[in-house]
């Protein structure tokens, strides 16, 4: 039996990930590495401790990366968290969960100052069991440190619980601990890399996912 949902935050309940891309390419600028946009935008769904050693040269990360992910944190509160945005039909959905007797955690690769903004411009605090951020765990998604700590904070075991997220990392992190996944592509990632990661199940987005509740693994189970 299902009791627990988890949900990925950026991509997936906001409308966040090019801001996110925006920002690291800022950021590397400042650090002197000049990264195409949409070579970064292919690492949004990673924390800065998985992000940053996919793009950027070893040396670099070895030297600087801590300075890096600070600088790109306060970047990005300052000129780019006010635009975020939620998808339409979030309070919908979850209120639907929630009526099925459903626990919802929030599980993301954001600071937990950022996820607590973004519970707030999402404007469902109350239909919300519990949060993870990375600064529960030691590693952001793919590793699935995230979800784990999700699955805990819900008293769910992995067969008990499905993952909404919007990036193929979303799905590898969720597959490592058997929990079964539906992907959205708000995130603006390929349907084939979504199915390649584990995504049992595809989606336009939040409201396409409610319209179609009768007939998604969040019913059926």
């Known amino acids: 039996m299902i009791t627990a949902i988890l949900f990925d935050v ?10 996110h891309a925006s920002a690291w390419r800022e950021t590397f600028l400042h650090f002197g590495v000049d990264l ?7 690492q949004i769904g990673k924390g800065g401790d998985n992000l940053i050693p996919a793009l ?9 990366q801590e300075e890096i992910e600070s600088h790109r944190g306060d970047l990005f509160k300052r000129d780019y968290l006010p635009r975020v945005v939620p998808f339409p039909g979030v309070r919908e959905l979850f209120e639907r969960i929630v009526a099925d007797g459903r ?34 765990v030691a590693h952001s998604k793919p590793d699935p440190d995230i979800f784990a700590a999700a699955l805990v904070k819900a008293g769910a075991a992995a067969d008990q619980a499905i993952v909404v997220g919007d990036t193929p990392y979303d799905m590898e992190a969720a597959a490592k ?14 349907d084939a890399s979504l199915r390649e990661a584990g995504a049992a199940e595809l989606y336009d987005g939040v409201q396409d996912l409610l319209g179609r509740y009768e007939h998604s693994l969040l019913s059926r189970g």
């Open 56 to 64: 950027l040269p070893p040396d670099l990360v070895e030297a600087k």
């Open 36 to 42: 195409p946009l949409d070579r970064i935008r292919t």
């Open 177 to 190: 601990l058997g929990v079964r996944t539906i992907g959205f592509r708000s995130g603006g990632f390929p």
């Open 103 to 136: 626990k919802i955690v929030l599980a993301s690769s954001a600071k937990d100052d950022e996820l607590r903004f973004h519970l707030n411009v999402i404007g469902a605090s109350d239909l919300v069991f519990a949060s993870t951020s990375k600064d529960d």
């Open 10 to 19: 950026d991509g997936t309940l906001i409308d966040s990930n090019d801001l």
